[in-house]
């Protein structure tokens, strides 16, 4: 019984100093919704990029097949909940698409890339 006893101490001990950093990290609603938000406006541009004809067809079909990838990897990402590291991930994804976009609104060659 005094083994029992001990052994439970030990791992409430071992528990207890388990530092602040190794807890789990929670992902703020307003971060999440700021993510989908994003990819929505990111779509937005493209279609209105087409629409005043800054953007190829072609260029425009590379960028929301790149739009669209993106949110499904939001949506798989989601599933779960998301981490810091999947946030990041997704952070950078959607600025380098928001690059590629300014990029080829600003080329006028008509030709992805």
Same mark, same amino acid.
Do not use: C, H
């Given at each position: ?40 406006? +990111?779509?937005?541009? #493209?279609?209105?990029?087409? /629409?005043?004809?800054? $953007?190829?067809? *072609?260029?425009?079909? &590379?960028? @929301? ?24 991930? +997704?952070?950078?994804? #959607?600025?380098?698409?928001? /690059?590629?976009?300014? $990029?080829?609104? *600003?080329?006028?060659? &008509?030709? @992805?890339?």
């Amino acid at each position: 019984m005094r083994k029992f006893v001990l052994s439970i101490g030990l791992v409430a001990a071992a528990l207890g100093a388990v530092p602040a950093s190794a807890q789990a990290w929670r992902l703020q609603p307003n971060i999440r919704n700021q993510i989908q938000s994003d990819i929505n406006q +990111l779509d937005t541009q #493209i279609q209105r990029a087409t /629409q005043r004809r800054t $953007l190829s067809q *072609r260029e425009a079909t &590379g960028l @929301r097949r790149d739009a669209r990838q993106l949110q499904r990897t939001y949506n798989q990402y989601g599933r779960n909940g998301l981490t810091r590291a999947e946030v990041t991930t +997704l952070e950078v994804r #959607i600025n380098t698409l928001r /690059q590629k976009l300014r $990029l080829d609104r *600003r080329d006028w060659d &008509g030709r @992805r890339g």
